[in-house]
């Protein structure tokens, strides 16, 4: 079969990563859908070894992972030899993940690099406990979903003793910035097991500035998941995934859940950034307040994003980086991606 080399670009943000594998991934698509398969080639000879956003790294593994199941066998890689980068690579685990679902096929140009060489202040992971439950029973998601809730709480601090025993995280971090930071991430770990129905693979990151974390699946995006969950809400979705973004993002008020993870994290300075298929929005704190806002006024059955404002389909400029925005890309990426920072 003919192969298909497929850029992924510098992997600098999840923006870049969408921008290039979108393009990339529509082709292949496309390649099977007329009958000449192609065989794709990760091209990762443009990542720059000190610049690679952790954000980027951890959807790519989740995307590797969808491409190769699809396949049947390992994706071949072009890369050159960077002992350092892969030693890097090696100590958050990403190299770990990638032997464990069998990824990649490095033709070679893997090893000679050095362990623990680097400092553990980011650790990729992931939690592949889909659940086999009836969907159709509200008691039953209810009671997987609490208790899942309090097991991955209590994972969390055992998966990332060694990121936060520093001295900067005990100086800045307090009880809580904790509450916020796990019971957010153990929102979004379930929302990907029950709503995506896929793997979820999960990073943090420590740094000066705070703790960013980011949760990826590869599974039915959140469209599909409000279409079947949330039917009285259909029409107002206008089959877009930007819109199940922003409804996503507002509902359930009252109710451990995406909107108080968001809410939390703008009260605590932070921001959420969330991506599904060709939608994504920047949740900074002037556009979730607009947001709130507009909710409260008109209801999230009339809610758009016209009646809010900050949309793109094209350039990000600073107003809105500044603000929050919401985007529409030209080409869309399977399953979520949903990553926030908690500064301290």
Avoid at 35 to 50: A, F
Avoid at 211 to 238: H, P, Q
Wanted: hydrophobic residues 40%.
């Amino acid at each position: 079969m003919e192969k298909q080399i497929i850029n992924i670009g510098s992997l600098i943000n999840l923006s870049n990563l969408n921008y290039h594998l979108g393009k990339e991934l529509n082709l292949l698509r496309e390649s099977y859908i007329i009958g000449n398969g192609k065989i794709p080639v990760w091209d990762m000879r443009n990542i720059p070894p000190k610049n690679a956003s952790i954000s980027a790294l951890t959807a790519f593994l989740g995307i590797s992972k969808t491409i190769r199941d699809f396949i049947g066998q390992p994706i071949e890689v072009l890369a050159f030899w960077q002992p350092e980068f892969q030693g890097f690579l090696s100590d958050i685990g990403f190299l770990r993940i990638a032997h464990e679902f069998d990824l990649y096929d490095w033709k070679g140009m893997l090893g000679g690099y050095d362990n623990n060489k680097t400092s553990i202040t980011t650790k990729i992971f992931y939690y592949s406990d889909v659940p086999n439950i009836d969907y159709n029973n509200q008691s039953e998601i209810i009671d997987w979903k609490d208790t899942k809730r309090q097991e991955i709480k209590h994972s969390i601090h055992f998966r990332l003793n060694n990121i936060f025993n520093s001295k900067i995280f005990h100086d800045n971090w307090n009880k809580n910035l904790e509450s916020v930071f796990t019971i957010t991430l153990s929102e979004l770990v379930v929302n990907s097991l029950l709503h995506g129905r896929e793997i979820a693979f999960v990073a943090v990151q420590r740094t000066k500035r705070g703790i960013s974390t980011v949760v990826c699946d590869s599974g039915r995006g959140f469209l599909r998941s409000m279409k079947d969950t949330k039917s009285y809400l259909n029409e107002n979705l206008e089959n877009s995934n930007l819109k199940a973004l922003l409804i996503s993002s507002l509902q359930s008020k009252n109710k451990i859940g995406l909107y108080r993870a968001i809410d939390d994290i703008i009260l605590s300075d932070g921001y959420v950034i969330m991506s599904s298929f060709d939608g994504e929005i920047l949740w900074k704190q002037e556009l979730w307040k607009k947001a709130k806002t507009t909710e409260g006024a008109i209801g999230i059955d009339k809610i758009s994003i016209d009646s809010i404002g900050n949309y793109t389909n094209g350039f990000v400029d600073t107003r809105l980086r500044n603000e929050g925005y919401f985007k529409k890309y030209e080409d869309f990426l399977v399953g979520s991606r949903i990553t926030f920072e908690i500064p301290f």
